[in-house]
């Protein structure tokens, strides 16, 4: 139905940079309307960091904004996250998500699998 394929994440030190990725796959019936990213801390609730609204509406958690930047590649299919300025609170899965409608209206939700990011010294 609807695959998101997440990649990017991975070690780095506080003040570093990552850069994820989220393509995601789905049949033509299917409309996503977000495309965004939610981490989860070790002990802690899944979170909003940034969403993407079509056509190109963007939404940061205050602990993203300035840091943080969030793009989508309509033709790609594919959402990124550049994140700079990393520190350790930052650490955690970081997972893609998709909203939106199918082709007779049922509205849908996805995530993808998840990707770590941890920042450490």
């Known amino acids: 139905q609807l695959q998101l394929v997440e990649s990017g994440g991975g070690l780095a030190q506080p003040g570093g940079s990552l850069t994820l990725s989220c393509t995601a796959s789905y049949r033509s019936d299917f409309s996503i309307n977000v495309m965004g990213w939610y981490r989860q801390a070790p002990g802690r609730e899944r979170e909003l960091v940034a969403t993407?609204?079509?056509?190109?509406?963007?939404n940061y958690a205050d602990s993203a904004k300035g840091r943080f930047t969030i793009s989508r590649d309509i033709a790609k299919h594919t959402v990124y996250l550049q994140m700079n300025n990393l520190q350790p609170e930052d650490t955690g899965v970081y997972y893609c998500?998709?909203?939106?409608?199918?082709?007779?209206?049922?509205?849908?939700?996805?995530w993808g699998q998840g990707t770590q990011v941890r920042v450490s010294a």
């Open positions: 998500n998709a909203d939106g409608v199918l082709g007779y209206g049922l509205a849908f939700k996805y």
């Open positions: 993407n609204t079509m056509p190109d509406f963007k």
